[in-house]
């Protein structure tokens, strides 16, 4: 895909990686502050930079029915088109100043993921969507070693990237932060409706799909907004979407709020449960997560904060009904 388009009303170049759609004055950045009209067309300053690289289990995306304990090459860069005051990785989100000292390109880094045996690329610990350039390069070169794509991101994709990935990127973990339109347009710098219209096309396009809301304490915790954002997974992606549900600890500029109670999590578990959703998990208090069998309640996946403990599927089935367990298996 073309990542800009010009302004039909200005000289302005169009950027087409987030729903924000930039219109950028030539030597200028978007909002994200990385992607930059030079004159001709808009250049992704980080592509080649990596802030960040790791080998993550992938139940750490969180992704749980995906490939379950097989190991992530994980790469981030600076820079996030949205200001969430919880981030948790604020310090290269909210960067703009890029380190140029080592350049990797995607040959390099898919081949590093081969050696190091992971069976998957994820673009995580920012926002991806702004620098999906380099991510759909490095994801092409993964894909010729045999090598899945992950993304794990705030949903705000444009139409455009969303509609490229199909056949690229083969599962995503989407933040859905809150289901207060107020909140995300003043707090987040986003746009609730749109993310909801992203998620859809995501379900639509194929592209497997798990959801994370961390709740945050006095901000997203109540029973009426939790039930609205389950009820809107259950209704609208389906009873069988994952609904990771996370416990926040002070960071970045919420430093005066508590951590979350594990009875927050526990009512917000039982919310999704009560809403239909076959799939709830419960993150960041070392908890026990075990995928059951949404049909005789077999424990298929035995999981400890991110480790697995023990895979009992059989062919990606339930070894004691043989029903398919939905998701991504090897």
């Given at each position: ?73 994980s790469i981030g860069t600076v820079g996030c088109n949205f200001k969430c005051p919880f981030c948790q990785n604020w310090d290269i989100s909210q960067e703009k100043e890029i380190n140029k000292s080592d350049y990797y390109s995607p040959e390099l880094l ?217 998701g991504v298996f090897s």
């Amino acid at each position: 895909m073309k990542y800009f388009k010009e302004d039909e009303k200005s000289d302005k170049l169009v950027c087409l990686l987030c729903q924000h759609y930039c219109k950028i004055k030539e030597g200028k950045t978007g909002i994200c502050g990385v992607n930059k009209n030079i004159g001709d067309k808009i250049e992704c300053l980080v592509y080649g930079y990596p802030a960040a690289m790791n080998i993550d289990p992938i139940e750490k995306k969180p992704l749980y029915h995906f490939l379950p304990a097989s190991k992530s090459f994980s790469i981030g860069t600076v820079g996030c088109n949205f200001k969430c005051p919880f981030c948790q990785n604020w310090d290269i989100s909210q960067e703009k100043e890029i380190n140029k000292s080592d350049y990797y390109s995607p040959e390099l880094l898919a081949l590093l993921a081969k050696r190091k045996e992971c069976e998957s690329m994820a673009y995580t610990y920012n926002e991806p969507t702004i620098f999906y350039p380099f991510a759909k390069d490095v994801a092409i070169q993964a894909q010729k070693l045999g090598i899945k794509n992950v993304y794990v991101s705030n949903g705000f994709e444009s139409t455009e990237v969303i509609n490229d990935m199909v056949g690229i990127i083969d599962a995503v973990n989407i933040d859905l932060k809150s289901f207060d339109e107020a909140y995300y347009k003043k707090s987040l710098k986003g746009d609730l409706k749109k993310i909801l219209e992203n998620l859809k096309l995501f379900k639509k396009n194929g592209i497997w799909l798990e959801i994370t809301t961390l709740i945050v304490p006095t901000v997203n915790d109540s029973h009426e907004e939790l039930t609205q954002i389950a009820t809107f997974i259950s209704k609208e992606l389906g009873v069988n979407t994952p609904w990771h549900i996370s416990a926040f600890h002070p960071d970045y500029k919420l430093l005066d709020l508590p951590r979350t109670s594990y009875d927050t999590l526990k009512k917000a578990y039982d919310i999704g449960k009560e809403a239909g959703l076959n799939y709830v998990y419960m993150g960041n208090l070392g908890l026990e997560n075990p995928t059951r069998c949404s049909n005789c309640n077999e424990i298929l996946i035995d999981r400890e904060y991110f480790n697995v403990l023990e895979n009992y599927l059989m062919d990606g089935c339930c070894p004691k009904c043989k029903k398919p367990l939905e998701g991504v298996f090897s």
